[in-house]
């Protein structure tokens, strides 16, 4: 499946969590990952992100699809994520 | 078209640039707004966001489809957007 993932943690957990997301998906800006992921992957990062997660102060929400299917992504101003960082 | 909208912008700003957002799109999440959307409203969100954004600090990420397709949406977490706030 194709997950889109956008974050909001405090700051005091958002290392964290930037950390599990790049491990399953791709960070494209700020607070945005994308990327496919198994089933059996996409159970571990929910997992993983339940474990450090504030409920009263966090959010995550996913996008899921079948496949990779949106017709273009637009992006403007500030680039703050980005493969280059995985260099 | 279908569109998926994640901002990020500095404090000063974001008051304005949720205003702008909330007038073309529904306020899913935090810094995520989802919706249908015109061309023309499409060109029109553009212009609005780029006459208040700072492209050094601030940043906004489209998803575009041709129409809502994603298999589903699921939040983990604090629920901060959300229509509840149109009532």
Same mark, same amino acid.
């Given at each position: &499946?194709? /997950? /889109?993932?956008? +974050?909001?943690?405090? !700051? %005091?957990? =958002?290392?964290?969590? *930037? $950390?599990?997301?790049?491990? +399953? *998906?791709?960070? =494209?800006? #700020? @607070?945005?990952?994308?990327?496919?992921?198994? $089933?059996?992957?996409? =159970?571990?990062?929910? &997992? !993983?992100? @339940?474990?450090?997660? #504030?409920?009263?102060?966090?959010?995550?929400?996913? +996008?899921?699809? %079948? @496949?990779?299917?949106?017709?273009?992504?637009?992006? &403007?101003? *500030?680039?703050?994520?980005?493969?280059?960082?995985? *260099?």
């Amino acid at each position: &499946m194709f /997950i /889109i993932l956008v +974050y909001d943690f405090n !700051e %005091r957990r =958002v290392g964290k969590a *930037l $950390k599990i997301c790049r491990k +399953y *998906l791709h960070w =494209v800006q #700020n @607070s945005v990952f994308e990327g496919e992921l198994t $089933k059996a992957n996409f =159970v571990k990062l929910k &997992m !993983e992100l @339940s474990g450090i997660m #504030n409920e009263d102060e966090d959010s995550v929400i996913f +996008y899921i699809f %079948r @496949s990779k299917q949106y017709t273009d992504r637009l992006e &403007m101003g *500030l680039k703050k994520g980005g493969e280059e960082l995985f *260099l």
